[in-house]
């Protein structure tokens, strides 16, 4: 038992200094024990009285989340109608212009802590639907250029790009992995001298980011990408604009957890049920918490084993 324990009190140290977003989960055990422990030494008419009140909050929690969703659905189900009543002969409010755009970005990580960036902004080059359409080019373009971007003389007039080299959070050796992130661009840019006011640049299904690092250096990717090899023995990752986010998230994994062993215990700890997994390890550290589990599991089984209740009708008749 007491090699089990110190197994156990590895296990979760381990997995908290790898990966502290675990925190929350070892509390919660950490509570559990303490609950347990509290109720395992208490008197039985104060344990029963313990027991019904820990009943009453867990049914109290779970009408709120119930309330609490109802709510929600009402709410959204309310913002999607009418909202109110609508003049039909108001006519509609002003927005923008609107521009199809197609942005490509390529992400370089080092061996250092730097990350290269280079993004490409392409804009259609349709645009006779748009009044003053000359104007309008060279409204856009001064836009574009507030926000760090630069025409490109090889590529074409409508194509702009922009880099840069900053540092990224990498660990040096714990935590497993830091989240970094890259901003998309604006997509809503402030005109002049246009009688739009602003323009709002529709990024198309060809956008995507491509990022080139060490092998094992990324962990998980927000949105999720494809991975594959990339040049000079590194590997590429290739990222989809997110739908409804302004940022693309990835995770930098420190030198030593890069190693191809170290990346699959590291993936372990990511796996959902892993954190609930560690909440339920931790009271079993403890020999009182262990030993009311250890009851509890052989009171079901003596409840499940087949035949149980036919050996004790018999034992009754016999007595009687």
Not at 270 to 298: C, K, N
Request: charged fraction near 20%.
């Amino acid at each position: 038992m007491v090699a089990l324990r110190v197994l156990l009190a590895l296990i979760v140290l381990s997995a908290l200094l790898v990966r502290p977003s675990l925190w929350p989960f070892a509390a919660a055990g950490l509570l559990a024990t303490l609950l347990v422990s509290l109720v395992a030494s208490a008197r039985p008419e104060l344990r029963t009285a313990v027991v019904r009140a820990t009943t009453k909050v867990v049914v109290m929690i779970a009408g709120a989340i119930a309330v609490l969703g109802v709510l929600a659905l009402v709410l959204t189900a309310d913002r999607s109608g009418k909202g109110g009543p609508v003049d039909p002969g108001a006519p509609p409010l002003p927005c923008c212009a609107f521009v199809d755009a197609t942005y490509a970005a390529r992400l370089t990580l080092t061996d250092t802590r730097d990350l290269r960036t280079y993004e490409l902004l392409t804009l259609e080059p349709d645009m006779d639907g748009l009044p003053h359409a000359p104007s309008f080019a060279r409204a856009v373009t001064r836009a574009i250029a507030r926000d760090g971007w630069r025409p490109s003389s090889e590529i074409g007039t409508s194509t702009f790009v922009r880099s840069a080299t900053r540092r990224l959070d990498v660990p040096g050796i714990l935590p497993s992995e830091r989240t970094n992130r890259l901003d998309l661009p604006d997509t809503l840019l402030r005109l002049q001298g246009t009688p739009q006011t602003r323009l709002r640049l529709t990024l198309g299904e060809r956008s995507a980011i491509v990022l080139d690092a060490p092998s094992n250096a990324i962990g998980n990717t927000f949105p999720a990408g494809t991975t594959g090899p990339g040049p000079r023995h590194s590997t590429r990752t290739t990222l989809p604009l997110p739908d409804f986010e302004d940022a693309v998230e990835f995770d930098v994994r420190s030198r030593p957890f890069r190693n191809p062993i170290l990346v699959k215990a590291v993936n372990v700890t990511v796996w959902t049920p892993f954190g609930w997994l560690l909440a339920l390890a931790i009271p079993l550290i403890s020999d009182r918490a262990r030993g009311i589990a250890w009851d509890l599991i052989r009171r079901g089984l003596r409840r499940l084993r087949p035949g149980r209740r036919g050996e004790r009708r018999t034992q009754a008749r016999d007595t009687a």
